[in-house]
């Protein structure tokens, strides 16, 4: 079993960079891919960006070239849009293939990332 905490969030203005943080513990061992989805209110959840242990990285449309995920899953968020806002989750896969949200079971609570103009 895998926890998953993210620390991060928060407030920022149009144009502003965040970075977020997700600390594991347990079976890390276990895992094969870790990645970061957000979910704003009324939407469903969708991926940010997802890095694997063999270096594969993968990024929703909106993010690429804004958004960039290293090595210890750290999400750096750059040139912030209000349509960001949304709570966002880290999650781990713990499979031989990930690429979609449903390949990923383990999740932390979520942390809320709110942009405003």
């Known amino acids: 079993q895998v926890k998953l905490v993210e620390s991060g969030g928060g407030s920022v203005q149009v144009g502003e960079s965040l970075s977020l943080a997700c600390a594991a513990s347990?079976?890390?061992?276990?895992?094969?891919?870790m990645g970061w989805f957000r979910q704003a209110a009324g939407k469903e959840r969708e991926l940010v960006a997802i890095?694997?242990n063999d270096g594969f990285t993968s990024f929703g449309d909106s993010m690429r070239g804004r958004f960039f995920i290293s090595r210890d899953n750290t999400l750096r968020m750059t040139d912030l849009k209000p349509e960001d806002t949304a709570i966002y989750y880290c999650?781990?896969?713990?499979?031989?293939?990930?690429?979609?949200?449903?390949?990923?079971?383990?999740w932390g609570q979520g942390t809320q990332v709110t942009v405003s103009s």
């Open positions: 999650a781990a896969c713990h499979r031989n293939w990930c690429r979609d949200l449903s390949h990923f079971e383990s």
């Open positions: 347990g079976m890390i061992h276990t895992i094969s891919t």
């Open positions: 890095r694997s």
